[in-house]
């Protein structure tokens, strides 16, 4: 299984990135997806996850309304649209895998993860 991110960078307060995560290797239309996050010196977070349909999402409190994350099954592909961003969002976000789980925010129920995207909000 290959989980790949890509699209982070620099971006000044108040701009907006797109993250997409390819994915390979699994059947991407039986997972739910989730997209975490972690700063310096700080633990892994929760950021959002999508079931299999993409019908059913969660959010994280820090990221509610900002955030959005979508799905296109027929290229095994997941997306984190990230909009009004701030400092606080600056991590390394990661792309997660949970095959034939639910919508969950426990990190522990990802199986698969991808490498990671830095991105980089400055003030």
């Known amino acids: 299984v290959h989980l790949v991110e890509s699209g982070g960078g620099l971006v000044q307060a108040g701009g907006s990135l797109r993250l997409s995560c390819a994915a390979s290797?699994?059947?991407?239309?039986?997972?739910?997806m989730g997209w975490f996050r972690q700063a310096p010196g700080k633990e892994r977070e929760f950021v959002a996850a999508?079931?299999?349909?993409?019908?059913?999402?969660s959010y994280g409190d820090s990221v509610q309304g900002r955030l959005t994350i979508s799905r296109d099954n027929a290229k095994n592909m997941v997306y984190l649209q990230m909009n009004s961003l701030k400092s606080d969002d600056t991590a390394v976000y990661y792309c997660?895998?949970?095959?034939?789980?639910?919508?969950?925010?426990?990190?522990?129920?990802?199986?698969?993860w991808g490498q990671g995207t830095q991105v980089t909000v400055s003030s």
């Open positions: 997660a895998a949970n095959y034939l789980g639910g919508v969950t925010k426990r990190v522990s129920a990802y199986e698969y």
């Open positions: 999508s079931d299999w349909s993409g019908s059913r999402t």
């Open positions: 290797g699994l059947t991407f239309s039986s997972s739910s």
